[in-house]
T-cell receptor, first 115, second 115 residues
Framework: QQPVQSPQAVILREGEDAVINCSSS?????VHWYRQKHGEAPVFLMI?????EQKGHDKISASFNEKKQQSSLYLTASQLSYSGTYFC????????????????FGTGTRLQVTL | GAGVSQSPRYKVAKRGQDVALRCDPI?????LFWYQQALGQGPEFLTY????????KSGLPSDRFFAERPEGSVSTLKIQRTQQEDSAVYLC?????????????FGPGTRLTVT
């Protein structure tokens, strides 16, 4: 039930754009995006709830396609500070209770932004 | 306000020793989660508390792992008779929402090394 992330790694020059994808084979309640720098805590970026939506702040945005059970994270005009490992976490939808399951994280996408 | 704090930040234990890891969630946060993160992997769910009630402990790898949150605030993860495979970063996260599937805020983690 672990979500699949792609690509596994990406190297960008400052100012370039990137897209990170996260897909699940199960019906999702929510998709969470985090960024983690080496030796630090994962930092919450945004959450997308079922119903299909798009969110964004500053130059980072995300979409959630409920039909395909896929989410994409869009990084626009990347900055050096964007470097790190990006994780998507998915919570499944329990149709019986209408609530969410535990959060399951993907294996991460390592992003490096260079000058 | 202050974020999630964890202590100790680093712990070295000899195989067979017992360890206790502490988590101080964000004040007022009802939900608390423990995760285990192996090197190069995403966090893996261990257990979930809503206030003082442990509602899900399905991720605890063995009966050597025990977690408590007696007053609905601070939580302790205890590992008895540590083994080398227990070496990992243990992350604590808290959430304001009385349900899973919503944004979680992580602490810096405790890096446990079992020798």
């Amino acid at each position: 039930q672990q979500p699949v992330q792609s690509p596994q790694a990406v190297i960008l020059r400052e100012g370039e754009d990137a897209v990170i994808n996260c897909s699940s084979s199960k019906a999702l309640y929510s998709v969470h995006w985090y960024r983690q720098k080496h030796g630090e805590a994962p930092v919450f970026l945004m959450i997308l709830l079922k119903g299909g939506e798009q969110k964004g702040h500053d130059k980072i945005s995300a979409s959630f396609n409920e039909k395909k059970q896929q989410s994409s994270l869009y990084l626009t005009a990347s900055q050096l500070s964007y470097s790190g490992t990006y994780f998507c976490g998915t919570a499944l939808h329990n149709r019986n209770t209408g609530t969410a399951s535990k959060l399951t994280f993907g294996t991460g996408t390592r992003l490096q932004v260079t000058l | 306000g202050a974020g999630v704090s964890q202590s100790p930040r680093y712990k070295v234990a000899k195989r067979g020793q017992d360890v206790a890891l502490r988590c101080d969630p964000i004040s007022g946060h009802v939900s608390l989660f423990w995760y285990q993160q192996a090197l190069g992997q995403g966090p893996e769910f261990l257990t979930y508390f809503q206030n003082e009630a442990q509602l899900d402990k399905s991720g605890l790898p063995s009966d050597r792992f025990f977690a408590e949150r007696p007053e609905g605030s601070v939580s302790t993860l205890k590992i008895q008779r540590t083994q080398q495979e227990d070496s990992a970063v243990y992350l604590c996260a808290s959430s304001l929402v009385r349900a899973r599937g919503y944004e979680q805020y992580f602490g810096p983690g405790t890096r446990l090394t079992v020798t």
